[in-house]
């Protein structure tokens, strides 16, 4: 195995185990300042335990949850940096290790046969996102994804007439629908244009941003404030025991659309909302940009 | 809101104490079930056969953990609930059979499984979705598991558990649902902030 190959490996099974264990730090305070802010009794309850159970996961090294996800990749991959086409090899191989060491729960099933691989991989699986940017280093994002918020992720081809008010009330009714399903208080990410695989896809690369960063394009930040509260006067709360805090914030993004389509889609991610980002240098060095590594 | 702290087996006078929105901490017996040996524990009573396990009074627990053997004894590594709604077309069967007293899960249940609750004295308790650790911890010691041939995530998993919680009661025996209740208030919320944005219907 060349070195690249192995320092991507070696990182990946590192962010594996960072995302699973650990969530990120904007996260955490989300879910603090919803404790405390929370008004339903039923909410703070399932709140607390949310806390509790993430000191107890970052004290005892287990994962977070049982459902460690889906496991998909974001690279940004410098245009110079040698030996590309073996990255996705050692993502995979890093995946399976991932899943023996740490451990995670064997999520990658054939949908003809039913059988689980055992070892989270599979045609497709994991996934791989490829952005080339310039320049020779590596920027590898993980995102285990639980199966329970991706069940109500959603796309809908709007009515390009209604316009944004059309957009407004499709990310409302997605989160009515979801109710209780997707382990609130959640993150959504929404997207609109390019086209039904293009909005989801950006839709779920929303849901990477940290919280309480605003949207760096002022109308799509006006927007993300006007959806997150009005998404929470809905009530659904904590697990969906009722409270204000059904979400934690709105990420938007768009593409252009058709003239006669407007696409739109809804990512949810759960509270538990793990992620984790490494750059690897030219070098050989490894900076972990989203947790503290000692 | 009151706290309850119960030991499996629960008796039905117990169990009829409980209101939504009590909390509720068990000690004892809980098994994992999830679709597949709710399916098979259905058809096994079908078919006169009895189950690897009498239920009667225990907790059933919608979860597929990860489990790992440290030399031959099974441990419990993470063990959050999963989404009860897949469990709904089963558990009032399951209810009827087994008498189970608690059902442990997340994201709620619809009708038939409230009516079951109701009839033959059960609740249903909301575990935090995804407090893999905090259930671990409840979780002394893995007594068995049975039908593992589903796999991991489907096996019937027994734990022996110490005041595993916390459960919000969601639904309870007589008749109150509260994912129900939430619906019915989004609904109306709804209406409302459609007005507010300026959104007709």
């Known amino acids: 195995m060349n070195s690249i190959e192995k320092t991507v490996e070696d990182t990946a099974i590192n962010l594996l185990r960072l995302a699973v264990i650990q969530l990120p730090e904007d996260v955490k305070k989300a879910l603090q300042h919803a404790y405390e802010t929370e008004t339903s009794e039923a909410g703070k309850t399932q709140l607390k335990a949310i806390l509790d159970n993430i000191k107890l996961a970052e004290q005892t090294g287990t994962p977070v949850c049982q459902d460690t996800g889906t496991i998909i990749y974001y690279v940004k991959a410098g245009a110079q940096t040698p030996n590309l086409d073996k990255i996705e090899n050692a993502l995979t191989n890093a995946t399976r290790k991932a899943t023996q060491q740490i451990p995670l729960r064997p999520n990658a099933v054939d949908p003809i046969v039913g059988k689980n691989t055992g070892d989270n991989t599979g045609p497709h699986i994991p996934y791989v996102h490829w952005e080339i940017t310039p320049g020779n280093e590596l920027e590898i994002t993980v995102l285990t994804k639980g199966g329970g918020s991706e069940n109500v992720c959603t796309v809908g081809m709007l009515v390009p007439g209604e316009g944004m008010n059309g957009l407004k009330k499709f990310v409302i009714d997605t989160v009515v629908k979801a109710g209780s399903q997707p382990c609130p208080p959640n993150i959504l990410g929404v997207a609109m244009g390019g086209g039904a695989d293009i909005a989801m896809k950006l839709a779920k690369k929303a849901l990477l941003r940290p919280l309480g960063q605003p949207n760096p394009n002022p109308e799509l930040a006006k927007l993300e404030k006007e959806l997150l509260e009005a998404v929470n006067q809905l009530g659904i709360g904590p697990m969906g025991l009722g409270g204000k805090w059904t979400i934690l914030g709105v990420h938007v993004d768009y593409a252009a659309r058709h003239p006669a389509s407007f696409p739109a889609a809804v990512a949810f991610n759960c509270w538990a909302a793990r992620r984790a980002t490494a750059r690897i240098r030219a070098d050989g060095s490894v900076e972990y940009l989203t947790h503290k590594v000692r | ?201």
């Open chain 2, 1 to 201: 809101m009151a706290t309850y702290k119960f030991k499996t087996p629960i008796s039905e006078e117990d169990i009829r104490k409980l209101k939504t929105n009590d909390v509720l901490y068990i000690t004892g017996t809980i098994v994992t079930a999830r679709d597949q040996a709710h399916r098979r524990a259905l058809e096994w009573a079908k078919d006169g056969k009895k189950l690897p396990i009498d239920l009667k009074g225990l907790a059933v627990f919608h979860c597929g953990p990860i489990v790992k053997k440290e030399g031959d004894k099974w441990v419990a590594v993470a063990a959050g609930p999963t989404t009860s709604t897949r469990m709904d077309i089963f558990e009032d069967e399951f209810i009827k059979n087994f008498g189970v007293r608690v059902v442990i899960g997340k994201g709620g249940m619809g009708k038939r499984t409230t009516e079951a609750m109701k009839k033959y004295g059960a609740v249903y308790g909301a575990f935090t979705g995804g407090a893999a650790a905090l259930a671990a911890k409840a979780i002394k010691n893995v007594r068995a598991v049975e039908w593992y041939d589903l796999g991991m995530p489907e096996a019937l998993w027994i734990f022996e558990v110490e005041e595993f919680g916390p459960l919000s009661v969601a639904i309870d025996s007589h008749g109150n649902n509260i994912f129900d209740q939430v619906a019915k208030t989004a609904e109306e919320n709804r209406a409302k902030i459609y007005a507010k944005l300026g959104i007709g219907k």
